[in-house]
């Protein structure tokens, strides 16, 4: 989106000052030059994310402040972005807390939760209901700082090379699938495989997995997904939301000057609000073209046996965070009691709507 530097920083709520016009001095300060490590390989709109906000950082401080994105492998292991931010490895890193569930249970409500919060409510939860005050208490423990920098939203469920007519038909497959997801499919039968997104395509087409799930739509064919599957299924139950996070070790977030801090933050802002409408527009288009151009991909919903197990597996996986693990029971009740409410509204504002639409065309 074309924001103009100067716009957006007399828009920003505590945004860097700028006076009668004037943009904001750097010139007798010293540059940052920061690396961020991602989860991703380039090319997927998860990596827009990361790239988004580099960019605003850079805009809105003249250029004195940069962050080099680098794809998943280049600096650190895709699956080790956290860990190297925690160290001082990095300076910062862009990755999806859902991946720290062994870490800490508390962490995967950063990122959404299966069954859980939409895009749009999932950030009302963060940045309004005190859902990231909470959550930085936690990641204050890890020597870590978290901004919530994109959401790729509703997914589908995953591709397969074998139709799914009931629960039964999923035990004992091999399923690509990160996260909670993963232990909750582990739970109804399924053989999870945890392997980076970069290498699902290799893995369907190897027969090492029999499925695979992960990113949008729009990555999914950017992968080649839909040439080496012919069944895909919805709906994405294990993440309604997907929230990217960029993380900041916080030893090199306190030897930041002050506004260069007010910039990353206006700049985080800027890159979920941006990632949140581009994902939406491409994943539009990108199902719209494939129907056309792939009539043989067949889009299917799961059985409704397969969504009642998986969610009662859900449920049983909070329960048990919520007696072991002791931030999980501090805030996982405040997030249940934000969800009861935020829906009791929309159960009267938005889904009516579409029930109707659904019913009546």
Request: glycine share 10%; with cysteine; charged share 20%.
């Amino acid at each position: 989106m074309g924001i103009s530097r100067r716009v957006f920083l007399g828009s920003a709520a505590g945004g860097l000052a700028v006076a009668s016009g004037m943009s904001p001095v750097f010139a007798q300060r010293a540059r940052v030059r920061w690396n961020m490590p991602t989860s991703w390989p380039s090319g997927l709109l998860l990596q827009d994310s990361a790239t988004m906000l580099a960019n605003r950082v850079a805009e809105l401080t003249d250029g004195e402040f940069q962050i080099r994105v680098r794809p998943a492998g280049e600096l650190v292991p895709p699956l080790e972005v956290f860990n190297a931010v925690q160290a001082g490895t990095v300076e910062c890193g862009h990755s999806w807390s859902a991946y720290l569930i062994g870490q800490n249970p508390a962490l995967m409500l950063e990122a959404g939760i299966p069954f859980g919060l939409t895009t749009e409510q999932h950030a009302t939860w963060l940045r309004d209901a005190g859902g990231a005050e909470m959550l930085d208490e936690v990641h204050a423990r890890f020597n870590v700082k978290s901004f919530l920098v994109g959401d790729i939203g509703g997914q589908m469920m995953g591709w397969f090379n074998k139709e799914i007519n009931s629960l039964e038909d999923l035990r004992g497959l091999r399923l690509r699938i990160a996260g909670l997801g993963g232990q909750i499919f582990e739970d109804v039968g399924v053989s999870v495989q945890l392997i980076p997104v970069g290498e699902m395509l290799a893995g369907l087409e190897r027969g090492v997995i029999d499925g695979a799930a992960g990113g949008t739509p729009t990555d999914n064919v950017r992968l080649g997904l839909h040439q080496v599957a012919r069944y895909w299924y919805y709906p994405g139950w294990n993440s309604p939301s997907a929230a990217m996070s960029a993380y900041v070790n916080r030893d090199a977030w306190n030897e930041l000057p002050d506004d260069f801090k007010t910039a990353f933050e206006t700049a985080a802002l800027a890159a979920h609000s941006e990632h949140v409408t581009h994902c939406q527009e491409m994943d539009r288009k990108t199902i719209a073209e494939l129907r056309e151009t792939h009539p043989e991909i067949e889009f299917r919903a799961l059985p409704d046996d397969v969504m009642q197990a998986v969610e009662q597996a859900a449920n049983r996986h909070f329960d048990r965070f919520a007696e072991e693990e002791e931030d999980f029971a501090r805030i996982f009740p405040e997030w249940q009691k934000f969800a009861a409410e935020i829906r009791s509204v929309q159960d009267m504002t938005v889904y009516p709507l579409n029930r109707h639409r659904n019913v009546h065309g």
